[in-house]
Nanobody, 115 residues
Framework: QVQLVESGGGLVQAGGSLRLSCTASGSIFRGNVMGWYRQVPGKQRELVATTTSGGTTTYLNSVKGRFTISRDNAKNAVYLQMNSLKPEDTAVYYC?????????WGQGTQVTVSS
């Protein structure tokens, strides 16, 4: 089992910044991928950014240049620095861990961007 604990969501004005953090504990395997997804009511959950343990990153096109994902393998932690936030970034953000055979999700943290 892997447990994911997220923090850092909140309310911010458009143009502002937030930093999300997620720490994994439990049975962590090498070669995992950690990342952030988001979901708004009535829509499917979408990938925001992911990073492999080797540092390869993937971003949703609409957040490129504004969001930066990073990780600390020693702490089993992943971070999402979100700058120039827009109202359309409002969603529940979920941390995700996966390795070759398992997928785990965090409980989600609300990010609300006011116009």
């Amino acid at each position: 089992q892997v447990q994911l604990v997220e923090s850092g969501g909140g309310l911010v004005q458009a143009g502002g910044s937030l930093r999300l953090s997620c720490t994994a504990s439990g049975s962590i395997f090498r070669g995992n991928v950690m990342g952030w997804y988001r979901q708004v009511p009535g829509k499917q959950r979408e990938l925001v950014a992911t990073t492999t343990s080797g540092g390869t990153t993937t971003y949703l096109n609409s957040v490129k240049g504004r969001f930066t994902i990073s990780r600390d393998n020693a702490k089993n932690a992943v971070y999402l620095q979100m700058n120039s936030l827009k109202p359309e970034d409002t969603a529940v953000y979920y941390c995700r861990y996966n390795d070759a055979s398992r997928v785990y999700w965090g409980q989600g943290t609300q990010v609300t961007v006011s116009s």
